[in-house]
């Protein structure tokens, strides 16, 4: 029975409460759209999520406007730092501390330790919104530059980037790397992390799983 039919039986069985019985069912109708209201996504629920993210340290969270066209930005963090280490000791230290915050790595790729380093990982940020970090590394001189290691610092880059409320209403939206929920298990990080070969050789592990920051466009 529903709480029209309820309060159909009610009022019948006994007049005198009829105002009392659609105070009731009014009450009901109104908490249950509340409800529904608050079980909608909002970007800014997912910005509110990034920013209570422990990690990265001191990100900066944006979500620039969208473009139009049937594309939309996801909302996404950021966050840079410099370290004395090569690239790829600096990015395992970053590593490290993200996946003590519950993220997990799912791709690796290096070319040496003296060159640029990448990992990426996931996590949920909220029940049901993937969000993917890229954690790079790379010997960079006062402009920005990359050069050789004996000639510049290692700047380690965070780039985070959460899943839209368009990507959660439409999971097709979302590339394959994590349209069926995040990945449980860590790949080994070790052909990148540890103790890298001197060469220059592309080496790589796992799949690549950044969220690029323009989603779309939107079915018609």
Known sequence: ???????????????????????????????????????????????????AQSWPVDATVESAQDPGGGRYERPRASARSESPDEPWRAVGAEVERAVVAGWVPVFAQCAGPQDSVRVDLVREVLPGVPATATVTGEVVDELGLPVPLSGGSTVVSVAVVAAAPQDVSDPALLPTSVRGGVAGEAVDLATCLADPAASGDLRWVGTPAALPTLGGPLPR
């Open 1 to 51: 029975m529903t709480s029209r039919d309820a309060a159909r039986v009610l009022a019948g069985r006994v007049p005198g409460v009829v105002g009392a019985a659609a105070v009731v069912l009014v009450a009901g109708l109104v908490l249950g759209a509340l409800e529904g209201c608050a079980r909608d996504l909002s970007r800014g629920d997912v910005l509110d999520a990034l920013r």
